[in-house]
Every structure is written in C-alpha cells, then in structure tokens.
C-alpha cells in the first residue's frame, strides 16, 4: 500500500520553509547523496547470502533468548556457581591489580555501560543494579568500598592522564582540570541556576544534599572541564544572518551528548572510589565558560564564551568537581582576544545588538546577569534570549561567523593561526581575508540535507566540522 500526503508539494515547501530554497524536494530526495553509499566492491543480490527456508521460519518468543533464559539452559545451580565465580573473580583480579583487569578497567567497562540519565549532584544511579547478563560485579554496580578492595590511587598526573583518557572515550573533546583555591571557587555559583538550590562548601567526607542544600566537601578541590564539539555545518545553515532549526540543533545535540559523558564520568568516579559532583541541568554548578578558560580550553572572546584554537567557538562546555586529585592545566594565550579587539565580525551581524562594539573589552558590567571582576566586552544578554524567542529557535549567528569556526584542514589556516598567536600587525588583513574568502558567509539550510556527512557532522580523522 502507497500512502500519499493529502497536502500539495507546493504548499508543503512553502510551509516547510523550502520554497525559497533554490532546490525542489522531488531533487533533494532523489540526489545521489541523499542515498547509502559503500564501497565499490560490495554489491547487492535479490536474496541474503545465508539460506533462508521462509516455510520453517517461525516468530520467535525473545523469552527463550540464552541472555535472559540462561539458568533453565544450565540450571539454576550452576547458573548461581557461575555468577559467584564471576563476582569473585573480578575482585579477587581487583585485589590483585592484574593488568587489564584492574579496577579502572572494570569502572570503564561499566560505566560505559550507563545510558543518559538526567544529571544529578550527586550520582546516586550508580549503586543500581544493572543487568546481571552484563558479568560485571554480580550485576551490581559498586564502590570499592562496599565490594571491599581499595579504591584507586594514582599520583595527580597519572589521574589527570587516566580522566582525559576516559572522557575523550565517552565522547568529550577537550579535557583540562582546574584547582579550586580561595580565588577559583569564586567560580561555583552561590545558587544552582536550574532550582535554586543553595551551593555550599562543608569540611565533610561526602557531599550530600537536603531540599535546600547542596554541601560540596571541602576535599573535593578540583574540576573537571570538558567540552563538546559541535557541526559548523549546522550552525552556518542560516537564512541571511538569521537563525533557523537546523542552526540550533546542533547545539541540543551537544548538551545531549554532554549529559551522557557527566552521567558515565560520575559513574566511573564512583567505581573506583571517588565523587564527581554536577549540578542541574546543562549549567548548574559553575561558571562553564570561566572554568573553561582556566583549564586552558579556550581563551575568552568578544562573544563572551570560549573560543578554542582547535574548534573556535564550535564547542559546549560542561565541568564536575571532584575529589579525585588532579594536576591542574594552564590557561593559554593564543592571540585571540586580541584579534576580538580587531575583528568585530560577530558583533556586526549579530541579529539582536546584544553584542558589543566596542574595540577594547572594559569592566563595567551592563547588568546583574553579568558578573563583575573581569575585563570583557560585557553584552546586553536580554536583548539575545528576546531575539530567541521572537525568532523561534535559538541564535548562535555569532559563532557561525567567527573566523576561528572555519574548517581546520588547510595548512594556511595553521600559517595564519601561528601569526595570530604571536602579533597583532596582520589582524585587520586577515578579518578581511575572511570575508573575502566567503567562510563568513551562511549556507543555504535545505542545502544541508543533501550533504554526505560524518557522524554528528565532525570529521573523525581531523576532528573538525567537514562536509563535501
């Protein structure tokens, strides 16, 4: 049966936003792009290559799958011998730090094993069970407490290497590490953003909250920065300078990917015998983008987030206190806020006037949604969510237009990224060289769909935004 939409193509471009495209719908889904390519060797046949006798084939009752069944196949006895021996073999191979099978090995496997969660202060979902078909420690998830061997211990460098390896594994891009002192924790909020959950620091050994209260443990004197990498192909499909859908999925799909990495770095902290300690929803707890800077992700810009000189603004980032100690990484200089000083290209286009255009960063904040104490261009934050709302997504037109956003695959971008970093002489050249190139430029969104991309829009061997 063929089933055919009761509304004309005609009126659906046009309610769909692609009758000014440039492209009929008819030749977007018909474009050779839009189909499943593989390589030239691989070939299709009318029938699969095992033999299938379509008469004999029943549907099957997924109760009797081994996984689910596997002690009426083996008996309940032996099934109970087995799970015993797993559960005491993996601590007893703890106990003895057996290579590869070691703590860590184990908290990477199982942690990995977590599905998104909603984000918690505390990670109280990793003391669930999970499915005892996946071995683990008896199907249960534990701390080397209650399993009863210790918990990991590792000097602050060998720490640090072992959470940037586990976070780059779950799916984080950047990783730096910030010591709180009497001058970073000014960076962890008063209040949580999200419920209004008052932060406190405690001289105690847990963290704990109470329906007021969030207690951060003294003890716990580092973070956690990591940032999310996002498509310059999304954010550039614009229409004008104007946001659209598409240009703000994007960033969903960021924080998405972010509250999945937290739940599973909470999660491995956990197994190996530390906390990791979030607030709610994608910016509770601290101040991403001054962590960010501090842990030497990015440099502040005239946007007043992050911009990277690997990913440019291209990125979310999201942060977790912990007790874990951890060698702290150093903010960087590479001549970005001054070439903001020059550049000014995100003010000038952007949609709302939220940002500023003033050629020096200054300290006098323009409201209470700013905080004092740093020198920056401050803008006028009101002005861009009212712009949000009237345009029906979110804006990020000012990213898309940073010259640091563009593709990082040329060797004259690293030529021209060299001499940013160490004098300013060239900045007003290369702002119009950026132009001229047309990499400020927005890209038509139904032009999108046709593209060939890989996942999540980020070239897996430059780990760069990328299309063809």
């Known amino acids: 049966m063929k089933y055919h939409s009761t509304i004309s193509k005609k009126a659906y471009m046009k309610a769909t936003g692609l009758d000014n495209a440039g492209s009929d719908l008819d030749e977007v889904i018909s474009s050779p792009i839009a189909e499943w390519k593989r390589p030239w060797w691989v070939r299709t046949v009318p029938e699969p290559t095992v033999e299938v006798d379509w008469d004999a084939t029943e549907r099957f009752d997924a109760r009797k799958i081994q996984q689910v069944s596997f002690y009426k196949y083996v008996g309940e006895e032996e099934n109970l011998r087995l799970r015993k021996l797993g559960a005491e073999r993996s601590k007893q191979w703890i106990e003895e730090n057996r290579p590869n099978y070691s703590l860590r090995d184990r908290a990477v496997d199982l942690a990995g094993r977590r599905g998104s969660v909603p984000t918690k202060f505390i990670n109280e979902w990793a003391a669930r069970p999970i499915a005892k078909a996946s071995g683990g420690w008896g199907g249960q998830m534990l701390s080397p407490e209650q399993l009863g061997v210790p918990r990991w211990e590792g000097s602050p460098e060998e720490n640090s290497r072992m959470i940037r390896t586990v976070a780059r594994n779950f799916g984080a891009s950047q990783i730096g590490f910030v010591e709180l002192n009497e001058r970073t924790r000014k960076l962890i909020y008063t209040y949580d953003a999200r419920d209004g959950i008052k932060l406190d620091f405690e001289d105690v050994d847990k963290a704990y909250e109470t329906g007021d209260r969030r207690v951060i443990p003294n003890k716990a004197q580092w973070v956690i920065v990591f940032s999310v990498q996002m498509s310059e192909e999304l954010y550039k499909r614009l229409v004008g300078y104007a946001p659209t859908p598409l240009s703000s999925s994007t960033t969903g799909i960021a924080y998405a990917r972010g509250r999945n990495i937290i739940d599973r770095l909470q999660t491995f902290l956990y197994l190996i015998g530390y906390q990791g300690l979030m607030g709610t929803w994608e910016n509770g707890l601290g101040m991403a983008p001054a962590l960010g800077i501090m842990a030497g992700l990015g440099e502040l810009s005239r946007l007043n987030k992050i911009v990277s000189p690997e990913y440019g603004p291209m990125q979310r980032v999201f942060k977790m206190v912990t007790d874990l100690p951890l060698a702290p990484t150093q903010p960087i200089d590479a001549g970005i ?87 300013t002489i060239f900045n007003s050249l290369f702002t119009k060289m950026d132009g001229l190139m047309g990499y400020d430029k927005p890209k038509d969104p139904a032009s999108w769909w046709d593209l060939d991309l890989p996942m999540h829009g980020i070239d897996p061997t430059t780990g760069t935004s990328f299309d063809k």
């Open 337 to 423: 806020m001054r070439f903001c000083r020059t550049c000014k290209k995100c003010a000038e286009v952007c949609p709302s006037g939220t940002i500023s255009m003033e050629t020096d960063p200054f300290w006098e904040v323009k409201g209470p949604w700013n905080n004092p104490g740093h020198r920056t261009w401050f803008d006028d934050a009101p002005k861009c969510l009212a712009y949000w709302i009237k345009s029906t997504t979110s804006c990020a037109t000012c990213l898309a237009v940073c010259p640091f956003a563009k593709k990082d695959k040329s060797f004259i971008h690293h030529v021209v990224e060299a001499t940013v970093a160490k004098t």
